[in-house]
């Protein structure tokens, strides 16, 4: 709701930012394939995601699906680049961040986002060959952020709504159906 009130509750202006959106997450994960990988694996990582169909068909819905899927890819792209950096790379932690609180913000797009929280060190112990302690750090750093934007929501429902989750949602509906 928050994303189609701040896009004018225009559903076409939504619509469009979807596609926007990703196309933006296709180029974006061809520029970090191509960076890291090659040209090749750069066409190939583009490919596949720009011929998601469900995710094309999803995208002409007004659901958080595309909304997700691009904070979703866009938080794991840059947790990737802080976890490929090399050691004088001074933005690595910046990075961190910002990938821990995107990864949160898609768990608060559609809560189903949360199961990946426990994995974001995984990026870091993937990367390259840096010191351990600075990829621990970084990895540890991605998932404390993640952790404490999800529990300061969920302490927010327990506050608003009595129930420690990150969605009232099934309280809700749990309430409707009995």
Not at 36 to 45: E, I, M, S, T
Not at 65 to 71: M, R, S
Request: overall charge positive.
């Amino acid at each position: 709701p928050a994303f189609i009130a701040f896009l004018g509750c225009n559903w076409r202006t939504v619509l469009f930012a979807q596609a926007i959106m990703g196309g933006a997450l296709v180029l974006a994960l061809g520029f970090f394939a191509w960076r890291h990988f090659g040209f090749r694996a750069a066409v190939l990582a583009a490919l596949l995601l720009a011929t998601d169909v469900p995710s094309i068909l999803a995208s002409k819905e007004l659901m958080t699906e595309a909304l997700f899927q691009f904070v979703l890819g866009a938080g794991v792209l840059l947790l990737a680049s802080a976890a490929f950096s090399e050691a004088e790379d001074r933005a690595a932690p910046i990075k961190a961040v910002a990938g821990g609180f995107l990864v949160a913000a898609a768990s608060l797009v559609r809560p189903v986002g949360e199961i990946l929280v426990p994995f974001l060190w995984l990026p870091f112990a993937l990367g390259v060959p840096v010191a351990v302690h600075r990829r621990i750090w970084l990895g540890a750093t991605a998932l404390m952020v993640s952790v404490i934007v999800l529990f300061c929501w969920a302490f927010r429902n327990r506050v608003i709504g009595d129930t420690w989750t990150l969605s009232t949602d099934g309280a809700f509906a749990a309430y409707y159906y009995a």
